[in-house]
Nanobody, 115 residues
Framework: QVQLVESGGGLVQAGGSLTLSCQTS????????MAWYHQAPGNQRELVAA???????KYEDSLKGRFTISRDNAKNTVYLQMNSLKPEDTGVYYC?????????WGKGTLVTVSS
């Protein structure tokens, strides 16, 4: 079972930045897609950004220009750079990986943006 371990969450003031990391227990290149999801309090989990094996990216429209997904193949890690954070960005951020055999989720990392 592949494991995804997120880190980098915390408390930040509005306008600040955070970088989330997600490390996989096996080669990141075995995943067809890596992604980050956001679950705000009381809401459903929603896609923030996705990165395909070929390098293509997809972002939730309202986050374009503020958030950037990237990966370091040597470290088996995918990142989410979050800039100009807003209170509505508060919530748990989950790392997701899609493999040809199925999907895996991390346990999430909490981001709190204070106004």
């Amino acid at each position: 079972q592949v494991q995804l371990v997120e880190s980098g969450g915390g408390l930040v003031q509005a306008g600040g930045s955070l970088t989330l990391s997600c490390q996989t227990s096996e080669s990141i290149l075995s995943a067809n897609t890596m992604a980050w999801y956001h679950q705000a309090p009381g809401n459903q989990r929603e896609l923030v950004a996705a990165l395909s094996l070929g390098g293509g990216t997809k972002y939730e429209d309202s986050l374009k220009g503020r958030f950037t997904i990237s990966r370091d193949n040597a470290k088996n890690t995918v990142y989410l750079q979050m800039n100009s954070l807003k209170p509505e960005d508060t919530g748990v951020y989950y790392c997701y990986a899609h493999y040809k055999w199925g999907d895996t989720w991390g346990k999430g990392t909490l981001v709190t943006v204070s106004s």
